[in-house]
């Protein structure tokens, strides 16, 4: 069945008129019978045959429209499922009958032009990328009411069966396109440059540490020993300081006026640790001690007790696990010429390990007496030593060459110079002294366990400033007291004021503090031989020392 086509109105005239009929331009050839644009009526300026637009075939394939039943208005008969549509059977070529063109719905033609209820062909769909699928179309009846036949039209009117008219604006025909998306290829650029420059870097810095290492071609290259660290030999330096070591420790007192740094060691696991009196008397009542151990752990200390006459002290830390006792050797059995490892703090240079010899050993000296009646002097029968001691090291054991302690280093013979500001400096010139362990293991024991210490005596009143040689007894009394004490051991021995004694125990004594230095070398209880000149003539005596408590 074909479908006619309105003519469309003329702009001047009614169609009807002779006037349209006259001026009406004639086709240039015969008319088509058959009515196919461009050879039928209305001529070559028929409108344009539809422009078919490629869009996505459905997944299930595309339905093509049934044809209207026969009789005017009715429905399209549904196929069955899964069928396929009916067909006509073949005839022979020159009897099959013209296709019937489907009618679509009216479509407007843009403002300014003239419009036609014409019918168009139905497009054919295409395909055109798997992923723009578009719904399935579906074919629903249509009643027209200024026609006798019914229109398919699709269930989507703005789908892909809209009729292309070449006047509309753009976009405004046939299915929307979307624009090609363009896939941006900076991404993988911008990843590939960063790996790149990681791989550069790394390559980079793993070329120059080993440059810096082991140099690059052509640098010179020194050789050197590779040999393994061994052990020490314990009896080396490096094996005496490695036993001895973690037994010292730096001490930092604080007082109200004045403020000192020295060094100790470790007497005991209950935390006793043996100094100078002069090290920790800064604190006096109130002060503050910190005890610095050899690890860097620190810890709080309070004085046990001291005594000014041998410089010594005993302070306690408590709460502190792990220490490291230091064992004491024998002072006596020091022989001149052995070798010794001082170790200690100077200048608060904590750990510092010099090393000597004992230089001499009952070297009379005495140190202190800043006060000035004396009470702050001690006297000290030393051992002498060249190894290097400074300020700090007060305090600081000199240990042998099996790191057991022979001494407590206390004090230096310093050169005496001026620096560019005006002060005074002194440093070690090789001449340190040591508090004899033997004595001061005596006098720490005191200390620890009644707090004080005491003093041998012989009970006599020495004249210090007696120009000659040995150490005269006073022939007068001072303060209304007898300079020999009544009942005291220097009386009961026989001993008168004027007497001078010159030998102790065989030895030369050469002063009054000489004498001194060498009674307090011994303990109470000790018996002593003198050797006396009264009048011209020697005599010798025997006594026993006594004792005087001082704190």
Same mark, same amino acid.
């Given at each position: 069945?074909?479908?006619?086509?309105?003519?469309?109105?003329?702009?001047?005239?009614?169609?009807?008129?002779?006037?349209?009929?006259?001026?009406?331009?004639?086709?240039?050839?015969?008319?088509?019978?058959?009515?196919?644009?461009?050879?039928?009526?209305?001529?070559?300026?028929?409108?344009?045959?539809?422009?078919?637009?490629?869009?996505?075939?459905?997944?299930?394939?595309?339905?093509?429209?049934?044809?209207?039943?026969?009789?005017?208005?009715?429905?399209?008969?549904?196929?069955?499922?899964?069928?396929?549509?009916?067909?006509?059977?073949?005839?022979?070529? &020159?009897?099959?009958?013209?296709?019937?063109?489907?009618?679509?719905?009216?479509?407007?033609?843009?403002?300014?032009?003239?419009?036609?209820?014409?019918?168009?062909? @139905?497009?054919?769909?295409?395909?055109?990328?798997?992923?723009?699928?578009?719904?399935?179309?579906?074919?629903?009846?249509?009643?027209?009411?200024?026609?006798?036949?019914?229109?398919?039209?699709?269930?989507?009117?703005?789908?892909?069966?809209?009729?292309?008219?070449?006047?509309?604006?753009?976009?405004?025909?046939?299915?929307?396109?979307?624009?090609?998306?363009?896939?941006?290829?900076?991404?993988?650029?911008?990843?590939?440059? @960063?790996?790149?420059?990681?791989?550069?870097?790394?390559?980079?810095?793993?070329?120059?540490?080993?440059?810096?290492?082991?140099?690059?071609?052509?640098?010179?290259?020194?050789?050197?020993?590779?040999?393994?660290?061994?052990?020490?030999?314990?009896?080396?330096?490096?094996?005496?300081?490695?036993?001895?070591?973690?037994?010292?420790?730096?001490?930092?007192? /604080?007082?109200?006026?004045?403020?000192?740094?020295?060094?100790?060691?470790?007497?005991?696991?209950?935390?006793?640790?043996?100094?100078?009196?002069?090290?920790?008397?800064?604190?006096?009542?109130?002060?503050?001690?910190?005890?610095?151990?050899?690890?860097?752990?620190?810890?709080?200390?309070?004085?046990?007790?001291?005594?000014?006459?041998?410089?010594?002290?005993?302070?306690?830390?408590?709460?502190?696990?792990?220490?490291?006792?230091?064992?004491?050797?024998?002072?006596?059995?020091?022989?001149?010429?052995?070798?010794?490892?001082?170790?200690?703090?100077?200048?608060?240079?904590?750990?510092?390990?010099?090393?000597?010899?004992?230089?001499?050993?009952?070297?009379?000296?005495?140190?202190?007496?800043?006060?000035?009646?004396?009470?702050?002097?001690?006297?000290?029968?030393?051992?002498?030593?060249?190894?290097?001691?400074?300020?700090?090291?007060?305090?600081?054991?000199?240990?042998?060459?099996?790191?057991?302690?022979? &001494?407590?280093?206390?004090?230096?013979?310093?050169?005496?110079?001026?620096?560019?500001?005006?002060?005074?400096?002194?440093?070690?010139?090789?001449?340190?002294?040591?508090?004899?362990?033997?004595?001061?293991?005596?006098?720490?024991?005191?200390?620890?366990?009644?707090?004080?210490?005491?003093?041998?005596?012989?009970?006599?009143?020495?004249?210090?400033?007696?120009?000659?040689?040995?150490?005269?007894?006073?022939?007068?009394?001072?303060?209304?007291?007898?300079?020999?004490?009544?009942?005291?051991?220097?009386?009961?021995?026989?001993?008168?004021?004027?007497?001078?004694?010159?030998?102790?125990?065989?030895?030369?004594?050469?002063?009054?503090?000489?004498?001194?230095?060498?009674?307090?070398?011994?303990?109470?209880?000790?018996?002593?031989?003198?050797?006396?000149?009264?009048?011209?003539?020697?005599?010798?005596? /025997?006594?026993?020392?006594?004792?005087?408590?001082?704190?």
């Amino acid at each position: 069945m074909q479908l006619a086509k309105a003519e469309p109105e003329a702009a001047t005239a009614p169609t009807g008129s002779p006037a349209a009929a006259s001026d009406r331009p004639r086709p240039r050839h015969p008319q088509d019978p058959y009515g196919t644009p461009p050879y039928g009526d209305p001529g070559p300026w028929a409108p344009a045959p539809p422009v078919q637009r490629p869009v996505t075939t459905p997944a299930h394939g595309t339905q093509l429209p049934q044809p209207v039943a026969a009789g005017g208005y009715g429905t399209a008969a549904p196929p069955l499922p899964g069928a396929l549509p009916p067909q006509a059977p073949a005839l022979p070529y &020159g009897e099959q009958p013209l296709p019937a063109e489907l009618p679509v719905p009216p479509q407007p033609y843009p403002q300014g032009g003239s419009g036609t209820d014409g019918g168009g062909f @139905v497009p054919l769909p295409a395909v055109v990328g798997a992923d723009a699928p578009l719904p399935p179309e579906r074919l629903v009846p249509h009643r027209e009411t200024s026609g006798e036949h019914g229109h398919l039209v699709p269930a989507h009117p703005g789908g892909a069966w809209q009729q292309y008219d070449p006047w509309s604006p753009p976009g405004q025909n046939g299915p929307a396109v979307p624009p090609p998306v363009r896939r941006s290829r900076r991404g993988p650029l911008v990843v590939g440059a @960063v790996l790149l420059a990681l791989l550069a870097g790394g390559v980079g810095g793993t070329v120059g540490v080993y440059v810096e290492r082991h140099g690059g071609p052509g640098d010179i290259v020194l050789p050197q020993d590779d040999e393994e660290p061994r052990p020490r030999d314990p009896h080396s330096v490096a094996g005496i300081a490695q036993t001895a070591l973690p037994g010292v420790v730096t001490l930092h007192v /604080r007082g109200n006026a004045e403020q000192g740094t020295g060094t100790g060691f470790v007497l005991d696991k209950q935390g006793h640790i043996l100094t100078n009196n002069h090290v920790v008397e800064p604190a006096g009542e109130g002060g503050e001690i910190s005890v610095t151990f050899s690890g860097g752990q620190t810890a709080k200390a309070r004085v046990v007790g001291r005594d000014s006459g041998y410089d010594l002290a005993v302070v306690q830390v408590d709460g502190v696990s792990g220490l490291h006792p230091l064992t004491l050797g024998n002072s006596d059995a020091a022989r001149v010429g052995d070798p010794v490892v001082a170790i200690g703090a100077p200048y608060d240079l904590a750990n510092t390990v010099t090393a000597g010899i004992i230089s001499a050993k009952q070297r009379p000296i005495t140190a202190g007496g800043e006060k000035g009646d004396g009470s702050d002097v001690s006297y000290v029968d030393a051992l002498q030593t060249d190894a290097p001691i400074n300020p700090g090291n007060s305090g600081g054991p000199l240990v042998d060459g099996r790191a057991r302690v022979i &001494g407590i280093n206390s004090a230096i013979r310093a050169a005496d110079g001026s620096s560019p500001d005006g002060t005074t400096q002194g440093g070690s010139i090789g001449l340190g002294f040591a508090i004899p362990i033997n004595q001061a293991k005596r006098v720490a024991e005191e200390l620890i366990n009644t707090g004080r210490a005491t003093h041998p005596v012989i009970g006599v009143t020495l004249e210090m400033e007696y120009p000659g040689d040995g150490a005269r007894v006073s022939g007068l009394a001072k303060d209304g007291r007898n300079p020999v004490t009544p009942g005291g051991p220097a009386a009961k021995a026989g001993i008168k004021g004027g007497d001078v004694i010159t030998r102790l125990d065989g030895a030369p004594v050469h002063s009054g503090e000489e004498l001194i230095i060498k009674i307090r070398s011994h303990r109470p209880g000790d018996t002593l031989t003198l050797t006396l000149r009264r009048g011209g003539a020697d005599r010798t005596v /025997r006594l026993t020392l006594g004792s005087s408590g001082t704190g």
